[in-house]
C-alpha cells in the first residue's frame, strides 16, 4: 500500500490557491479564484530554474502581476498547512471569448525572468580585486529583484570580461562561479537565493524515499544513464604549415560501462585544434596529449537518473536525495534536478535525481606527429 504521508485537503475543500503579488515590492494581495489548475516545472538544469503554465476561466491574470501558489493540506496529525510552491511572472495568455466567458491558459516564468531579459548592452569588464559575490548582488538587486544578500570575502584574480549580449543572470552567475557560489536560485517567495557550492555528496540527503510501510513511492522508478552515448575516446588534430600533430586518450577499463572494452566498440569525439603551445614537436604533442586527456575525462563522466513520483514532500531542485528501493534491490542516491508538479487533486511530483559518477579509470593515451 502507498502510504502518503496526509490525510487529505483542509475543510474547504481547496487543495490549492493561487495568490495575486504585486510587483516589486512581493506584497501579497486577493486570491484569484479566476485559476483552475495546472502544473510547475522546477528544474536546476534551466536558465529559469521554474517555470509552468496555469489555466484560468473567468477572468484573465494582469500580466504585470505575479502569481503565488501554495498547496493547502492536512498532514497525518491533523495540521492544516499552506506551502508556497513557486511565485511566478506571467505571460503570453491566450484567452478566448466565448460571449462574456474568458478561459485560456498562461506561461509562468521565475523571477530570474527579470536579469535572464535584460542585456548590459555594451562591452562590460567586473575589475581584478572587485568582490564577486557583492558585484553580484548589486546587478541583481538594480533591477529590483530581492536577494538573500550573500557575504564573501573572496575578490577576483583578474578582470572579467562580457560581452554586450551577455544578459544580467549570466554575468551574476559567472561572478558567482568565481567565488565558488552556486547559481542564482529563486525561492518559493519569489526572492533570489545566493548560496556557495557545495558538492552532492558532501551532503546530507534532504529526504529518502523507502518502499517500507510507510512508503509514499509510486512502485514504478524508472533508471536510466548515459554511458552508451557518451564518447570513449577523443581524438585531436593539430596542423600547421609545417608540422601536424595527433593524438588520442581512451577508455578501456572493462569496469567502467561504456568503455571501448564493455561496448565492443569506439565511440569518437574528434577535434581540431587550432592553437597549441610548445617550442617544439615533442612539446606540442605532450601539450595535445594532455588536452586529449582533459576532454575525455570532461565527456566520459558516467551520468545515471532515477526517477519517481510520490506525493509532495520538502524536496527541492539541488537537493541531495535517496531511494531506497528493496523491492527492487536497488539504491540511488544524488541530487534532485527536475519536480514536475501536477496541480491536481493530491498534488502528484515526478523527481528525477540525477548522480554523476567522476573518471576514475586511467587512460590510454598514444599520438604522433608527421
Known amino acids: 500500500m502507498i502510504y502518503d504521508g496526509y490525510r487529505g485537503c483542509p475543510k474547504d475543500g481547496s487543495y490549492y490557491t ?20 495546472g502544473s510547475l516545472e522546477l528544474s536546476a538544469l534551466s ?63 521565475s523571477v530570474l525572468h527579470v536579469p535572464a531579459s535584460k542585456k548590459y548592452g555594451r562591452d562590460y ?78 551532503r546530507s540527503p534532504s529526504w529518502t524515499f523507502r518502499d517500507d510501510e510507510r512508503s509514499i513511492m509510486e512502485p514504478q522508478v524508472i533508471e536510466s544513464s548515459n554511458f552508451s552515448e557518451t564518447p570513449n575516446c577523443v581524438r585531436l588534430f593539430y596542423e600547421s604549415d609545417d608540422m601536424c600533430v595527433w593524438a588520442y586518450a581512451a577508455n578501456d577499463d572493462k569496469a ?17 585544434i587550432s592553437e597549441l603551445d610548445g617550442d617544439t614537436a615533442a612539446k606540442k604533442l605532450a601539450n595535445l596529449k594532455s588536452q586529449a586527456i582533459a576532454k575525455l575525462r570532461d565527456n566520459t563522466q558516467r551520468i545515471e537518473y532515477v526517477e519517481l513520483k510520490h506525493p509532495w514532500v520538502p524536496l527541492w531542485p539541488n537537493d541531495a536525495a535517496s531511494v531506497v528501493y528493496t523491492g527492487a534491490g536497488k539504491t540511488w542516491s544524488g541530487t534532485v534536478v527536475s519536480e514536475q508538479l501536477e496541480l491536481a487533486d493530491h498534488l502528484v511530483v515526478t ?12 587512460p590510454v593515451v598514444g599520438g604522433g606527429t608527421w
Open 256 to 272: 567502467w560501462p561504456g568503455s571501448r572494452t564493455d561496448l565492443g566498440y569506439e565511440v569518437t569525439l574528434h577535434e581540431s
Open 125 to 202: 569588464t567586473v575589475k581584478a580585486g572587485t568582490n564577486a559575490v557583492a558585484k553580484a548582488v548589486e546587478l541583481l538587486e538594480g533591477l529590483n529583484v530581492k536577494t538573500n544578500k550573500p557575504r564573501s570575502s573572496y575578490k577576483l584574480k583578474s578582470d572579467k570580461v562580457f560581452e554586450p549580449d551577455d544578459s544580467y543572470l549570466y554575468i551574476a552567475n559567472q561572478l558567482l562561479s568565481a567565488a565558488g557560489f552556486a547559481a542564482c536560485t529563486p525561492d518559493a517567495y519569489g526572492r533570489i537565493n545566493i548560496v556557495p557550492y557545495i558538492e552532492p555528496q558532501g
Open 18 to 37: 493561487y495568490r495575486r503579488v504585486l510587483w516589486p515590492s512581493l506584497a501579497e494581495k486577493e486570491d484569484l479564484t479566476i485559476i483552475t489548475g
Open 47 to 109: 536558465d529559469l530554474m521554474a517555470s509552468g503554465t496555469l489555466s484560468f476561466t473567468g477572468g484573465c491574470p494582469d500580466y504585470h502581476d505575479l502569481i503565488r501558489v501554495y498547496y493547502n493540506f492536512v498532514d497525518e496529525v491533523g495540521n492544516q498547512l499552506s506551502q508556497p510552491l513557486g511565485t511566478f511572472f506571467t505571460a503570453k495568455p491566450n484567452p478566448t471569448y466565448d460571449m462574456k466567458l474568458v478561459s485560456g491558459s498562461v506561461n509562468l516564468y
Open 351 to 362: 523527481s528525477r535525481i540525477r548522480k554523476i559518477a567522476r573518471p576514475t579509470y586511467k
